[in-house]
């Protein structure tokens, strides 16, 4: 799926280019990317569809609105710079 943000332009689209078991090729803003499963691990069980449904959110940013996703174009640019944090929360158990 190809979501634009205005006209048919590339420079202000993402698409999916590709999806196998280690992740997801994306396309955008005329740009190629692979996300990782690894990085991004919410994206490894999402149904095709879902990992289908990407769009922009804005002009710096990706998301994934069936799957509550958002990721900077910054992060595909330089994922060294966003490492993956994730905090246990008091409500979660152990």
Do not use: C
Request: no cysteine.
């Amino acid at each position: 799926m190809e979501t634009n943000l205005s006209g048919s332009s590339q420079n202000t689209s993402v698409s999916v280019l590709m999806i196998n078991s280690q992740g997801i090729m994306l396309s955008v803003l005329g740009n190629d990317y692979f996300v990782s499963y690894n990085r991004v691990p919410w994206l490894r069980n999402a149904r095709i569809s879902s990992a289908l449904n990407v769009r922009m959110a804005g002009r710096n940013a990706i998301e994934w609105p069936d799957l509550d996703v958002d990721l900077e174009i910054e992060s595909l640019k330089h994922p060294e710079r966003y490492p993956l944090v994730m905090k246990n929360s008091p409500l979660d158990v152990l």
